[in-house]
């Protein structure tokens, strides 16, 4: 992979390393559709720039049109709300506000409002949503993964045979020769170190812990039942053919087993717990390390 | 861009619910043993009950955290529980049997009242888990070029969370 893009985007630090491409498409033409893509995402997503699309239907109950992506997002989110009874869910992002986690990073929480069920605060279709409530919709738990899979999709259609997307330790793979790399998971605790490692050859890996982004008693993951951080499980890995599968069931499985997850989702795991073990799906083909062996 | 397959939710059902009837009669095993070293009782599956994985860990199935051993020990024989539920189509009911000899699982076996083959697949897959205690190895220690965890924070984050940490230290 002899070309590589280092940049900030929704909060991350990403990293594209690709082979380019055989055809004639230039590379200038890539990283504008790239450069094109986020943005477009990030005005309609964000919650961290008062002019997007979920900040602009926040306040106000009635029936809008879906922007580019939203459906899809909504169906994700709808699925995994049914397969995790409700842990995961897009109707969240009041309760970030509140818990500090603002569009100003104030980190300062106050008084959080209980999260409503799904069907009773909005309906959609293809084309529109319809809100019955105010709602501050929050795409976190997924919309890295959406984003980072729009992207691979992008290099795929540029020809390209070989690359690595890697937005702030979610991973997307594509190798035409099924070329495996290397991928360390960050110990929750010591970022200098890993607790195992595994290959991935064409797929993503995703992440998710609270390490880097802690505040009061809340990190930036929320159990919308209890209102309250998760602290019995200290990291997750999912490895799924998308981005937006891996990065889904990783927040779920914070909230969820894996087998509640099955009958929805493809995927392979590793969850790290707060007692420092780690329970892993053989197929996720984990490798740790012995204490003799370190 | 994504398949959900919701239609064999049903059959998983199935599996799951031999595997809770399964882990309800092994936790109550090695509740009730006295002298389990290693972990022997396992969610029964087509192959062998026990794995070791290449770094020379023991592993385990099944994601609950075993019991600590009491001191009376469980007495060999076999054990069955039957589980029926509702499915749309209508009811399904499964049999789980665990033999026990000497404190150890020596055998099982699960029957559904319907053979399903997508059913056999997930429950291979759930029984093929294992756990174990980590041990961090340093970065420098070892040659990666990627590395998943937790996303990297931006400067406005990183910020915040300075100037909290300085308010409340004053």
């Known amino acids: 992979m ?188 010591d970022f200098s170190k890993v607790v195992g490692t595994c290959a991935l050859k064409n797929g993503s890996l995703c992440a998710s812990a609270g390490s880097r982004r802690h505040w009061e008693n809340f990190t930036h993951i929320i159990n919308p039942k209890t209102l309250a951080s998760p602290t019995s499980v200290s990291g997750v890995w999912v490895k799924a053919e998308t981005a937006a599968v891996a990065d889904i069931v990783a927040t779920a499985l914070f909230f969820v087993s894996p087998s509640d997850l099955r009958s929805y989702f493809q995927f392979s795991y590793a969850v790290l717990k707060d007692d420092r073990t780690i329970v892993t799906s053989r197929n996720f083909e984990l490798h740790t390390f012995t204490e003799a062996g370190r | 861009m994504n398949t959900y397959q919701s239609s064999t939710k049903v059959k998983t059902i199935t599996t799951v619910v031999a595997i809770a009837v399964i882990i309800g009669i092994v936790i109550l095993i090695e509740v009730l043993q006295h002298n389990a070293t290693k972990t022997t009782a396992s969610i029964p599956t087509s192959s062998s009950n026990t794995t070791m994985d290449s770094s020379g860990s023991t592993s385990t199935s099944g994601s609950s955290d075993t019991a600590s051993s009491s001191t009376s020990t469980y007495k060999d024989g076999t054990y069955t529980a039957d589980a029926s539920y509702y499915v749309p189509h209508g009811n399904e009911d499964i049999k789980v049997t665990l033999t026990v000899a000497n404190g150890v699982v020596t055998d099982s076996s699960i029957i559904n009242s319907e053979s399903d083959r997508d059913s056999e697949r997930y429950q291979e897959d759930f029984a093929a888990e294992y756990k174990t205690l980590v041990v961090g190895k340093n970065l420098a220690d070892i040659k990666l070029s990627y590395v998943a965890g937790a996303s990297d924070t931006t400067n406005g984050f990183n910020d915040a969370m300075t100037q909290i940490r300085t308010q409340a230290q004053a």
Not at chain 1, 60 to 71: E, H
Not at chain 1, 145 to 169: E, H, M, P, Q, S
Not at chain 1, 180 to 187: Q, S
Request: net charge negative; proline share 4%.
């Open chain 1, 2 to 189: 002899d070309t590589s893009l280092v940049f900030n985007a929704i909060g991350t630090r990403w990293k594209i390393e690709y082979a380019s491409p055989d055809a004639r498409i230039g590379i200038s033409s890539i990283r504008n559709s790239i450069d094109n893509t986020i943005l477009e995402f990030d005005r309609s997503f964000s919650r961290f720039r008062n002019d997007s699309w979920v900040n602009l239907i926040r306040a106000t109950p009635g029936t809008y049109q879906l922007p580019t992506d939203a459906y899809q997002l909504l169906h994700l989110y709808q699925a995994a709300y049914a397969a995790t009874n409700g842990y995961v869910t897009p109707i969240i992002g009041h309760v970030m506000e509140q818990a500090g986690y603002d569009a100003h990073y104030s980190l300062v929480s106050t008084a959080i409002e209980k999260v409503p069920d799904f069907d009773k605060v909005l309906s959609f279709d293809q084309h529109t949503i319809t809100t019955k409530y105010p709602v501050l919709l929050d795409f976190g738990a997924a919309g890295k993964g959406y984003l980072i899979d729009k992207i691979g999709t992008l290099l795929k259609k540029a020809d390209v045979k070989d690359f690595v997307i890697n937005a702030g330790g979610d991973i997307l793979r594509y190798s035409r020769d099924n070329k495996p790399v290397i991928i360390g998971l960050e110990d929750p605790d």
